[in-house]
């Protein structure tokens, strides 16, 4: 199973969270490129990513006998050959402004305040186009679609019924 949204979205804690309420289960956390702005201006080809490391992760789990393997990543079934290894992909749709805001939070908490308005700076110039992308082409391509507003456990137990 994917988890996928847009940074900030809640893949991480979503994820997490369901390692805890599924039996048998493990996580793998892939965390996006640093340079998905020149990526995404250079034509959003999501097959240019080498995710040979996560694939050996992935190998190397679907040997054990889990119940569950979740994947904490941002391209759902957009990537080639990570897509084989999916077979549920769910999309946290988090509005935009809440997103940036949770990415803020997390990511500067101890930033100058130079730091913070050039990252600002750089998602209007630059960044928003990477969020625009993941909502045009990851979101429509996922099984299920949750609003990234709900709580945590919310999001979770509306996972858990759509395993069931």
Known sequence: M??????GGG????TTSLIQKLSNSKALYFDGPDNIINWVE????????????LIRDLQVLRNQQLNYIILDFPFAYKHFKISKFIDFAVFIDTP??????????????????????????????????????????????????????????????????QLE
């Open 2 to 7: 994917a988890i996928a949204g847009v940074s």
């Open 11 to 14: 893949k991480t804690a979503v």
């Open 42 to 53: 250079s034509g959003s080809n999501y097959n240019l990513w080498d995710l040979t490391p």
């Open 96 to 161: 935009l402004d809440i997103a940036l805001a949770r990415r803020m939070v997390r990511d500067f908490r101890t930033a100058s305040v130079k730091n913070i308005l050039a990252d600002m700076e750089n998602y209007i110039s630059k960044g928003r186009k990477g969020y625009i992308e993941m909502l045009n082409t990851i979101k429509p391509n996922s099984d299920i679609i949750i609003d990234g507003i709900k709580p945590v456990s919310e999001i979770v137990c509306h996972i858990c019924e």
